[in-house]
């Protein structure tokens, strides 16, 4: 089972609007949301992460919606409507600007399959959205070193993570991708060697991220996080606990999506 916590954030049910959607790759598409509730939004970093509303029904309706998403929030949320109930999926904060509190969401888009990623793709500025805040999920425990290991659907969270690492952290991080053009740039740590790995199209992901983890000269004194298609995330979490002696509870991991089925949500 993962383990990532949700640490339901202050924030709660945020509600605003989108401002803009571009593609910033072949297969990422970037949506920037701003204004509304989002003057309050409390940013915290690293890979924050939220439950996004998407509106697939014309009646779909965000304010009733939960503040929280756990066990009760979720009841509540089956509670409603199914004519006004809209989509819940999760998704990474890949930048806030805290001048303009514009934030910006990357989506993973395979042509017309899901709802998320055609939705982002086909989106107009100033469509009303809800995001339900549930804090981060890196949690790093004392360790010699740090391993991430992420896909495509966890970059945000790779590269966040990265990003807001205290600068003398020491480790490695591997981020598989299926098209060498998804590449962003990243702001690691100088401690921190980060491998772009691509995989074929057509092989299952972790094909590469999951070798090149074996490859790594680790000892048990790590913290690991692995996030991405549940195989990646549970098989980087087998390795090092089960081959590298890691103490379980040094290793957090989720599966974002499973081949085969939707992302979670």
Avoid at 57 to 77: M, T
Avoid at 123 to 141: R, T
Avoid at 214 to 220: A, F, N, S, Y
Wanted: proline share 7%; aromatic share 8%; net charge negative.
């Amino acid at each position: 089972m993962p383990n990532i916590t949700v640490t339901h954030s202050d924030s709660g049910l945020v509600l605003t609007n989108v401002v803009r959607s571009e593609r910033v790759s072949p297969h990422i598409v970037r949506v920037t949301f701003a204004g509304g509730d989002l003057d309050r939004f409390e940013y915290k970093g690293f890979d924050q992460w939220f439950r996004l509303a998407i509106p697939v029904h014309a009646e779909d309706r965000f304010d009733n919606l939960p503040s929280k998403f756990g066990f009760g929030g979720l009841l509540k949320f089956l509670t409603l409507p199914k004519g006004t109930r809209p989509v819940i999926r999760n998704y990474t904060i890949r930048q806030f600007d805290a001048a303009s509190r514009e934030l910006d969401v990357d989506f993973v888009v395979h042509g017309t399959e899901g709802i998320a990623g055609p939705w982002a793709t086909t989106v107009e500025a100033g469509a009303p959205v809800a995001l339900i805040d549930q804090g981060c999920g890196w949690a790093p425990v004392p360790a010699a070193r740090s391993v991430i290991v992420a896909d495509e659907s966890a970059m945000p969270a790779a590269l966040g993570i990265l990003r807001d690492m205290p600068r003398d952290s020491v480790g490695d991080a591997i981020i598989e991708l299926f098209d060498e053009r998804d590449r962003q740039d990243v702001d690691a740590p100088a401690g921190v060697t980060v491998q772009w790995l691509v995989r074929d199209p057509a092989d299952a992901p972790g094909s590469r991220a999951l070798p090149a983890l074996r490859e790594l000269e680790l000892g048990p004194d790590v913290y690991g996080f692995a996030v991405g298609e549940s195989a990646l995330a549970t098989g980087a979490r087998r390795h090092l606990v089960g081959e590298r002696g890691v103490p379980k509870a040094n290793v957090t991991f989720c599966g974002y999506w499973r081949v085969g089925r939707a992302s979670p949500g």
